[in-house]
Every structure is written in structure tokens, then in C-alpha cells.
């Protein structure tokens, strides 16, 4: 897959491409659900261990649809509270 980024063409593997619109759905799904902005819940999302193993390859979270990834990144929060707690 090619994106135009200003004047140069960016070339990006379809696992790449398919990781972005993942993190960017569940993202959706976590706004939603905290009643934040979805900016927000993006940028909160990437910092997680959660989107991290989104973006290895190796773990196959990929091939998991957004709900599944929303769950994963719910389960690490919820992990860390209890943890603090």
C-alpha cells in the first residue's frame, strides 16, 4: 500500500497498515467507553504494553479484531489499578 505523505510516497507493508486501523478502532471503542476524546484514548492506547504487542509481529495480535484489542487493552488497565492498589 502506497500513502501520499506531502510531496513523498510513503510505502507501507499491509501488516503495518492493518495494526494502524486496528489501534485506531479500538481507540474508538475506548472512547466510547471512558467518554473521552478519541485523540485521547488514541494517544493513551499507544503508550500501553497492549498496542505494543499489536505492533510485534511475532504475537499475532493483529490478526484479532478491535474488540478483542479494546478487552486487552481494559484487561492491562485494570491490571496496573489493582496492582497500585
Do not use: C, H
Request: charged share 30%; net charge positive; hydrophobic share 40%.
Amino acid at each position: 500500500m502506497i500513502l501520499e505523505e506531502g510531496d513523498k510516497l510513503m510505502k507501507v507493508s499491509k501488516y503495518e497498515y492493518t495494526m494502524q486501523l486496528l489501534a485506531a478502532m479500538a481507540s474508538i471503542n475506548i472512547a466510547r467507553e471512558q467518554k473521552i476524546s478519541r485523540t485521547k484514548a488514541f494517544f493513551r492506547f499507544m503508550k500501553s504494553q497492549t498496542a505494543a504487542m499489536l505492533f510485534d509481529e511475532s504475537t499475532d495480535m493483529w490478526m484479532n479484531g478491535p474488540d478483542y484489542i479494546a478487552d486487552e487493552y481494559r484487561r492491562e488497565r485494570l491490571a496496573k489499578t489493582v496492582g497500585q492498589g
